[in-house]
């Protein structure tokens, strides 16, 4: 009852500043401007610039969409100048009249760039980052420190993205995000999802979405809401390629390297997308844990140092093609293909004090890991235009994963006499997955939309786990631990969403209903017993906004949405996993899952200031919990605690102060108060702020710089742990080289040394501070090239060839 009191007074606060902000009245209208090449092709991210015709100053700019169209709310009694650029085509200038500005719609064809596209400098004009609505769009390729990183670097400078010592990703300081690549899910979290993103080289990703807001024809997974991860598919008519490679140097050398290619002529278009990351890293833990009496007295400390060494060696491939059928259907098949090798060992000591910090024991534990990952997919895609205003797509996919993660432990007593006891695991899974959905949608009228849709998909788990322990002098297999657990899963979804765009009022409905059933069985052997475990629920999630453009310059919106965060099926698992002799992590079958409602008001002024209030509450939260076996034993675990509640305010930035200098920033202050039970009862809150800037610098002619970072002062997002502040400092030079056929980038990220991970974990009569340094320092020199030779094609009509070039299946 006090959750829904909270709901309605947010919801009348906001339709009151949002009634209050409706009075201003202007003479606006809608002016679509549609961009295509000399084939009348229409072009997807051409930057599209609306300058004042007397005063000569930037009224508004956008980015075309899919559909090679801006949409731009602007005065018609104005007189305007509009600039278009994309790679590759000469840049034009069209000055709009008053007469041009009364048909309300203007398109620009560009003309190839003198000479080919091999002579065109590839230096993007896209900024950084990019404002929508309900999402943050971050282009990797504008930032010249993101060269020679992996996607999983690359998100951790990204506004409003923090990613902690455990993989966990949060967005706009909330955890339980859902991360789509292309769209898709992954449907892995944690240590996976972390092995899997920083495998990806960022030079094969296009765009990534931050999406806060998601619409009902996503899945609703994800209460802060959706990170998707669009990799590169060129569409270009010809032959075409783009080729980058790098190398870096932080205490230990790095090499990335990438090629995106594409044929395109006629029916067909054929792409390939392949990137090699090869690195070693290391990463320090110094962990200080105490322990207390019931009186509040310290008894004993565990002082525990530790150093890892990993090398790292992935792959990454995507390649299909497209086949335009008719000017109505287009058809698609992608195969995706991701091996990770990591190998590494580590060096531990853990020493037990007592309380006047005297040591009374030594144990050093030496252990050596070697994880290999697998993935390949099938993506079978079908779109087809019914009518001018209706439109069918359908998608297909399998997933398949092999997981393989051999450990050995060794633990030494450093006395005289002292004991040598080990143990060692072979952890292999495999994961199958399946899905099938199809979108229609239908236009009604010129400025109205429905959408419906239904997805199905199908989850199968195989996870063994075989332990065996080292007694001094023989292996034995230790049962207590061994484990094979089975896992099934599927959900199946329906939506419906209308959406209505106006001059001044646009807003969109949606409703979503997903059903979730899973069944999970543990293996019994000659220490446990088997055992299952099922659950089957389902639940409707509304989805919304409503947007009111005030004035040329003022727009306002509210949104609000229901969604779900389900436990990664990993978590459920009941496995044991070695950390030390002294740290556990178990899985928890009994997690449920936990729903969030979220409300959020905006205000953008042009492109230059977007200011944001959000508040959302969050019923049965997860987090972490942390559990004592014994005197000395401690379980790190995952299940429900309580609620927490969330107030943030945003304000992100994004303006030109010279000629020569860009700059986009982006601040979030969050309020969170958490309340739950862990053995005891907790009640923690914490204000934290996270700072983010990147610069674009023009250094005369040819040369371009780049200074960006991020700082964080203390978070939460578990219950019993707080982060203290953690930030870093990033600088880039390039130039163009080989007669603007490639660029030359020079970087150096976290330069002060200062992006660790640092926290206090508080539990029952225990205590632990613990703080975490990576390779992160690093200097890296990359080089891009860009080849290929275009060919004539024959006219095409804008309209279809713009729904030919998007990849069929978005949405979910």
């Known amino acids: 009852m006090r959750e829904m009191k909270h709901i309605l007074y947010s919801a009348l606060f906001l339709a009151c500043v949002f009634t209050s902000s409706a009075q201003t ?53 104005g007189e305007y100048v509009l600039k278009v650029s994309f790679v590759g085509q000469e840049t034009q200038s069209v000055p709009l009249s008053r007469t041009v500005l009364a048909d309300r719609k203007v398109t620009v064809a560009l003309r190839p760039a003198s000479g080919s596209l091999a002579n065109v400098s590839v230096t993007s004009r896209k900024p950084f980052v990019q404002m929508a609505q309900g ?50 899910q992954t449907y892995l979290s944690g240590n996976d999802l972390n092995n899997l993103l920083s495998g990806m080289s960022s030079s094969q990703v296009e765009t990534i979405e931050l999406i806060t807001s ?156 070697s994880y290999r990952f ?77 959408e419906s849709g239904y997805k199905l998909s199908g989850i199968n788990t195989d996870n063994i786990a075989s332990y065996q322990k080292f007694n001094g002098s023989v292996w034995k297999e230790d049962l207590d631990k061994s484990n094979h657990f089975l ?62 453009r005030a004035d040329s310059s003022n ?42 409602w979220n409300m959020e008001l905006s205000h953008q002024f042009k492109q230059l200031l977007t200011t944001t209030v959000s508040y959302s509450i969050i019923k049965d939260y997860f987090s972490q919990l942390f559990l004592s076996e014994g005197s000395d034993i401690l379980v790190y675990t995952q299940g429900n605690v309580g609620k927490m509640y969330n107030l943030a305010v945003s304000v992100a930035v994004q303006a030109t102060p010279l000629s020569w200098w860009t700059l986009s920033g982006q601040a979030i202050y969050n309020y969170k108060e958490l309340k739950g039970y862990s053995n005891v009862n907790y009640n923690s809150n914490v204000s934290q702020l996270n700072i983010s800037m990147n610069n674009q610098l023009r250094l005369g002619k040819i040369y371009t710089a780049e200074v960006s970072g991020f700082y964080t002062t203390q978070a939460r997002n578990d219950l019993q742990e707080l982060l203290l502040p953690t930030g870093q400092l990033s600088a880039g030079i390039a130039r163009p080289v080989f007669n603007k056929k490639g660029t030359l980038k020079l970087s150096v990220r976290d330069i002060l040394y200062t992006q660790v991970m640092e926290g206090n974990t508080d539990f029952p009569n225990a205590d632990e501070y613990f703080i975490l340094r990576r390779d992160s320092r690093v200097v890296n020199l990359s080089l891009t090239y860009r080849f290929g030779k275009p060919l004539k094609a024959a006219r095409r009509n804008a309209g279809s060839a713009g729904d030919e070039m998007q990849r069929v299946g978005s949405g979910g």
């Open 374 to 450: 697998t993935n390949g997919g099938i993506n079978l895609n079908a779109k087809h235009n019914i009518s001018k205003t209706q439109d069918l797509s359908v998608d297909l996919d399998y997933l398949r994963y092999s997981i393989n993660n051999d450990q050995s432990f060794s633990n030494q007593l450093q006395a005289s006499g002292g004991y040598n006891e080990g143990s060692r695991g072979n952890l292999p899974s495999s994961i199958s997955i399946f899905s099938a959905k199809a979108d229609y949608s239908v236009q009604i009228g010129k400025e109205a939309k429905l």
């Open 135 to 184: 999402k943050v769009i971050v282009n990797p390729d504008a930032s010249l420190t993101n060269a020679g990183t992996t996607v999983l670097e690359v998100l951790e400078k990204s506004p409003g993205v923090m990613v902690d010592k455990n993989g966990g990703i949060s967005l706009q300081g909330k955890a339980g995000v859902l991360v789509l690549i292309d769209d898709k």
């Open 555 to 596: 727009s306002f919106s509210i949104t609000a949405g229901r969604r779900i965060d389900r436990p990664a099926f990993q978590r459920l698992n009941p496995f044991v996993t070695i950390i030390n002799k002294y740290t556990y992590e178990r899985g928890n079958p009994f997690f449920r899952p936990q729903y969030s």
């Open 214 to 369: 998601p619409s009902a024809k996503y899945d609703a997974s994800g209460n802060a809401g959706i990170i998707n991860i669009k990799t590169k598919k060129n569409r270009q008519i010809g032959f075409n390629g783009v080729a980058t490679t790098s190398f870096a140097q932080g205490r230990y050398p790095k090499n990335n390297n990438s090629l995106v290619l594409n044929y395109r002529n006629g029916k067909f278009n054929t792409f390939l997308t392949y990137s090699t990351n090869l690195s070693k890293n290391f990463t320090t833990i110094y962990a200080l844990r105490r322990y207390y009496s019931n009186s509040g007295a310290l008894l004993s400390l565990l002082d525990q140092p530790t150093i890892f060494i990993n090398n790292n060696f992935s792959n990454t491939l995507k390649t299909g093609f497209d086949f335009y059928a008719s000017q109505k259907t287009t058809l698609g098949i992608a195969l995706t293909g991701i091996t990770v090798a990591r190998t590494g060992n580590s060096d531990a000591t853990a020493s037990w004090k007592n309380a006047a910090g005297i040591t009374d024991s030594s144990i050093r534990t030496l252990s050596a890991t």
């Open 487 to 548: 896992y099934k899963e599927n959900i199946n979804a329906l939506y419906t969403s209308f959406e209505q765009k106006s001059a001044r009022v646009s807003f969109q409905l949606g409703l979503r209903y997903e059903n979730t059933h899973y069944d999970g069985h543990q293996l019994g052997n000659a220490a446990r017993k088997d055992s299952s475990f099922a659950n089957n629920y389902g639940g409707f999630f509304p989805s919304g906004y409503i947007s009111y």
């Open 25 to 77: 009245q202007a003479n606006t209208e809608a002016l679509t401007v549609t961009v295509t090449n000399q084939q009348s092709d229409v072009l997807e991210g051409a930057v599209v610039e609306i300058t004042d015709g007397a005063t000569k100053k930037l009224v508004k700019s956008a980015v075309t969409n899919k559909n090679g169209v801006s949409v731009f709310y602007i005065s018609l009694l």
